[in-house]
Nanobody, 116 residues
């Protein structure tokens, strides 16, 4: 079955950096569009970034443009999110997702906390 396992979250000071990873299995990763979402406390889930199957095209939420970079390694079935210049507003649980037929698959999420 589809499995998405995020890692790399943690506590970081404002202005710092983190790289999240998502290990994927149970589907053909190299043909899948992948995305990162996040959910801050008391807020709905927000689309952060999307990358096409070969990595040739990416899209970002305005709130993270210029600071976050989504990438993938199809040989390792792994999705990444490089986060720089982190702000307190980036504090959230970050999820890796992919779409199936009529369903969106989610990982368990990884907590990112930006605080001094």
């Amino acid at each position: 079955q589809v499995r998405l396992v995020e890692s790399g979250g943690g506590l970081v000071q404002p202005g710092g950096s983190l790289t999240l990873s998502c290990a994927a299995s149970g589907f053909t990763f190299s043909t899948a569009v992948m995305s990162w979402y996040r959910q801050a406390p008391r807020k709905g889930r927000e689309l952060v970034a999307t990358i096409t199957s070969a990595g040739g095209s990416t899209n970002y939420a305005d709130s993270v443009k210029g600071r976050f970079t989504i990438s993938r390694d199809n040989a390792k079935n792994t999705l990444y999110l490089q986060m720089n210049s982190l702000k307190s507003a980036d504090t959230a649980v970050y999820y890796c997702t992919t779409d199936g037929i009529g369903v969106r698959y989610w990982g368990q999420g990884t907590q990112v906390t930006v605080s001094s």
